[in-house]
């Protein structure tokens, strides 16, 4: 039972990817911390953390109900556990109804403001899945559901939300958006067979390469904006002469001619920005 119980879980955990929790889960901290000023108490982390964890579980576990069929078409994502048959339908709506009350226990426990707000972020994370049938603005919606995050994190601690956190929630969505248009140059053909929208599928690969670029400059020049005008000390500073060259060196790998490390850029050189931006606003506010 024991082992049977372990390989589900390892299951549930590939069907929603979560190792990838990475990338909005330090951005909720961040918001979090330069809200509090400084460091909050244990509890405002916990429950962060459990609604973040929640919120990202029924996103992506509604994605994979959406997508059940294009999945199973797709040879790049048809041994998913969905589509493969390790995990069930019903189990997969368990899991999301599960995680919709991850969402409201760790709201209850924040404030009544994040509380309110849930729905309309669950809704969303909804919608999305369906958007890449209609619009090419998918790329931007997701960068803005997990650009909620930090503010999210402001709310937790500050009880309110002011234009800080909102700045840093653009930085966010223009960062989601450029690796998110950089991953779906693996689906072009595919996309387009489908009558799926995606931005590659719809300007080609060179422009849409120039189009997440674009995005990537523009997530750097918010993060020095917001540096300058929150006052961040020298470790943040020192994280952006990081952060830079990651963001630079993503789009040195790729090209029109060679996507084979678009995996590498994705999940690992992306998944080091939101650590090391963390750990950096950690440390500047124990100065």
């Known amino acids: 039972v024991g082992e049977n119980m372990g390989f589900k879980i390892k299951e549930y955990l590939e069907l929603v990817t979560f190792q990838h929790t990475i990338f909005a889960l330090p951005f909720a901290y961040i918001g979090m911390i330069l809200g509090a000023r400084g460091i909050p108490a244990w509890p405002v982390w916990l429950w962060i953390t459990v609604v973040m964890i929640g919120a990202r579980t029924f996103g992506m576990t509604m994605n994979r109900l959406v997508d059940h069929q294009i999945d199973a078409r797709n040879p790049r994502t048809q041994n ?25 226990v760790g709201c209850l426990n924040l404030n009544w403001t994040a509380l309110v707000l849930s729905p309309v972020i669950l809704g969303v994370m909804w919608l999305y899945a369906y958007l890449k049938r209609f619009t090419w603005m998918s790329h931007f919606v997701l960068g803005g559901i997990l650009g909620s995050a930090p503010v999210l994190g402001w709310l937790a601690a500050a009880g309110t939300i002011g234009w800080q956190p909102v700045m840093l929630a653009f930085a966010v969505l223009f960062w989601v ?111």
């Not at 995990?87 to 969402?103: D, E, M, P, T």
């Not at 029109?256 to 678009?262: C, N």
């Open 80 to 104: 998913r556990p969905l589509p493969a048959g390790k995990v069930s339908r019903r189990q997969a709506w368990g899991l999301a109804i599960v995680s919709v009350l991850l969402v409201i």
């Open 177 to 287: 958006a450029g690796f998110d248009i950089l991953y779906a140059t693996q689906d072009v053909e595919f996309d387009r067979k489908e009558g799926l929208w995606s931005m590659p599928s719809l300007v080609g690969i060179p422009t849409a390469l120039v189009i997440s670029r674009v995005c990537h400059m523009a997530t750097f020049f918010i993060l020095i904006f917001l540096g300058w005008i929150l006052h961040l000390g020298i470790w943040y500073w020192g994280a952006l002469l990081v952060v830079g060259p990651i963001l630079y060196w993503q789009h040195r790998i790729v090209s029109p001619d060679d996507l084979s490390r678009v995996n590498r850029a994705f999940f690992v050189m992306n998944g080091w920005v939101s650590v090391i931006l963390f750990a950096a606003v950690l440390l500047d506010v124990q100065r």
